[in-house]
């Protein structure tokens, strides 16, 4: 049990290797995280079902069809198909979150770097009905608290985990974060042009490159980006990409 609470409060970063062999590291998504979602999107879920079954009950009053078997097995299977799916196709469609994941900030990813497929999502949920549906969480609640990666053995098998995509920060950080917002006057208004995908695949490579001074590589990134957005500038590279990171976070703020 020890080694559980710890576990459960201190989180060894996840190292993903991408093919590039860029190693990066990323915050698991703790137990808890976990937990939160899991708990969030239940209430969906059931929510669904209730509005459901509300517009069924209009739907038999004023048709006089609650005996026809046909509606009656149109209407299970409208119940339980989406429950029973519901986080494969979320996590399919919306790229590893469920809206429980979306709400908490944390998010499927393989653990090689690369997307994962359909298949290793319809693994993760295969499994899951064994160690979550039918188990209660027991088994995926062990497995999250003692395993390296935080992955419960639906992870495992599709060799995913899951991360956080965003960091906690206390409420010191949230004000200071605010000032700084503030003052901060963006130069490149260009960076509207990117995505959220593309900002984090820039920071990524811009964080490892620049601790291992590949000068050649920082500047092929460069040239990259102000091919895409279409700008010119003597900035000198890394000045220029750090800048674009900032000017992007501070845009997705004012939003």
Request: charged letters at 20%.
């Amino acid at each position: 049990m020890h080694y559980l609470l710890y576990n459960f409060t201190i989180l060894d970063p996840v190292v993903i290797n991408t093919s590039q062999n860029v190693v990066i590291d990323y915050e698991p998504a703790g137990l808890g995280n976990r937990l939160l979602a899991g708990i969030l999107d239940l209430l969906f879920k059931i929510g669904f079902l209730i509005t459901l079954s509300i517009l069924f009950g209009f739907f038999a009053f004023f048709t006089d069809r609650s005996s026809d078997k046909i509606s009656m097995v149109i209407y299970y299977l409208m119940f339980l198909l989406p429950y029973i799916f519901y986080d494969f196709l979320f996590e399919v469609f919306m790229h590893g979150q469920t809206l429980g994941k979306k709400i908490m900030k944390i998010k499927v990813v393989k653990l090689d770097g690369t997307q994962p497929s359909v298949g290793s999502y319809l693994l993760r949920w295969l499994i899951r009905l064994l160690e979550i549906d039918m188990c209660e969480g027991l088994i995926a609640i062990i497995c999250i608290a003692s395993s390296k990666n935080s992955q419960r053995l639906g992870d495992m098998a599709a060799g995913t985990t899951v991360i956080r995509i965003k960091p906690a920060v206390t409420l010191q950080d949230t004000i200071l974060q605010q000032e700084a917002h503030q003052a901060y006057k963006p130069v490149f208004k260009e960076v509207a042009l990117l995505n959220d995908a593309d900002i984090q695949l820039v920071k990524d490579v811009h964080d490892f490159f620049a601790q291992t001074s590949h000068t050649d590589s920082l500047t092929k990134l460069a040239t990259k980006i102000k091919s895409k957005i279409g700008v010119v500038t003597t900035m000198k590279d890394a000045e220029f990409i750090a800048t674009v990171l900032k000017d992007y976070n501070h845009y997705q703020l004012e939003k």
